[in-house]
C-alpha cells in the first residue's frame, strides 16, 4: 500500500512539474514578445495650436476611430482585441514631459511605447503612410483637450493574453507596422481615395482590403455592384442597394464617416472601383 501512495505522489509531483515548466515557459515566452525592444524612428512634428488645425484634428480623430478605442475626449479605456485578450487604450491627454508630440507620432504610425516597446491593438499598419499634416492636426487636437489628472495604469496581461501573444493569435502593433506594404498604387488620380482607404477602411476590412476569411467582414470589391449614390448611402447611412441596412456600418457611419466630406466619399468610391477592376477577386493575395 505504501508503494502505491509513493507512486501517486511521484505522479501528482510529475505533473504539477510539467504544469510548472508550461506556465513558466508561458510567462517567459510571452515577456520576450512583450518586452522586445524595436528601432525607434526619427520624428519631425510640427502641431500648430490654431483653432483650424485643431477642428481639422477633432474630424480626423472621428474618422480614423481614436475615440472608438480612446473613449469620449481620448481619455482611455478598456478594450477587447480578442474575447481573451483585454487592454487598456490609453488616455492620450498626458502631459507634455509625459507623453511628447513625437511619442504621440510614433505610436500612431509606428506602434511604439516612448520606450521602445509594441503597443497592443494599434492599427499602426493603416497609419504608418499618414499625412505629416494629418498627424500634426491631431496631435493639435489632443493637445488642446484639458491634461489627465490621473497617472495611466500600466498594462496588464493576464494568462490567456499571454496564450494568446505565444500563439500568435495576435502580433504587436510594431511588428504588422514594420512588415506592411503599401497599398495598390493606381496612380496620382487616385491618391485620394487610396490614403482614405488604408486609413478608414482596411483596419476592419484588412490591408488588403478583402475582408476576412470567415466572409464576415466582406471584401471591399463589393463596390462594383454599388453606384456612386449607392456608396454615398452606405457610408452616411449604412444602407446600401434598396436600403438593405448593415447595422454595423450603420454605426460607423454616425461615429466615424459622417465626418467625411462629399469629395472625400467620391475619392474613396473611385479608388475602391478601380481597384477592383484592377485587381479581381481571383487574382487578388490573401
Keep these: 500500500m505504501k508503494s502505491v501512495w509513493i507512486g501517486v505522489a511521484a505522479l501528482v509531483a510529475l505533473v504539477l512539474g510539467i504544469v510548472l515548466l508550461g506556465l513558466i515557459y508561458l510567462y517567459l515566452g510571452s515577456e520576450i514578445i512583450i518586452q522586445r525592444r524595436y528601432p525607434i ?37 478598456t478594450v477587447a482585441l480578442r474575447p481573451s485578450f483585454w487592454i487598456r487604450a490609453p488616455d492620450l491627454r498626458r502631459p507634455v514631459d509625459e507623453l511628447s508630440d513625437k511619442d504621440i507620432a510614433r505610436a500612431m504610425r509606428h506602434g511604439l511605447r516612448a520606450n521602445g516597446t509594441s503597443l497592443w491593438g494599434m492599427p499602426s499598419a493603416s497609419f504608418i503612410y499618414m499625412r505629416d499634416a494629418d498627424l500634426d492636426a491631431l496631435i493639435a487636437y489632443i493637445r488642446s483637450l484639458p491634461a489627465a489628472s490621473e497617472d495611466e495604469p500600466a498594462p496588464q496581461y493576464g494568462f490567456s493574453a499571454r496564450v ?10 510594431a511588428f504588422t507596422a514594420l512588415s506592411t506594404d503599401s497599398s495598390l498604387d493606381l496612380g496620382p488620380g487616385y491618391g485620394g481615395g487610396r490614403y482614405l482607404a488604408r486609413t478608414t477602411c482596411a483596419e476592419c476590412h484588412g ?12 471584401s471591399l470589391d463589393g463596390v462594383l455592384q454599388m453606384s456612386l449614390k449607392d456608396f454615398f448611402s452606405l457610408m452616411h447611412r449604412g444602407a446600401v442597394v434598396n436600403h438593405r441596412p448593415m447595422p454595423e456600418m450603420m454605426r460607423l457611419s454616425g461615429m466615424r464617416f459622417g ?15 478601380v481597384r477592383a477592376v484592377a485587381l479581381p477577386v481571383s487574382d487578388t493575395p490573401r
Excluded: M, N, W
Design 207 to 218: 490591408l488588403d482590403l478583402e475582408g476576412s476569411d470567415d466572409k464576415r467582414v466582406p
Design 164 to 173: 494568446a501573444i505565444l500563439h500568435d493569435d495576435i502580433d504587436p502593433a
Design 41 to 77: 524612428p526619427s520624428t519631425v512634428t510640427h502641431p500648430l495650436q490654431t483653432a483650424k488645425s485643431i477642428a481639422e484634428g477633432k474630424r480626423l480623430a472621428r474618422i480614423l476611430g481614436c475615440f472608438d478605442c480612446h473613449g469620449e475626449d481620448l481619455r482611455g479605456r
Design 259 to 273: 465626418g467625411l466630406a462629399d469629395y472625400e466619399v467620391a475619392a474613396l468610391y473611385r479608388y475602391l472601383y
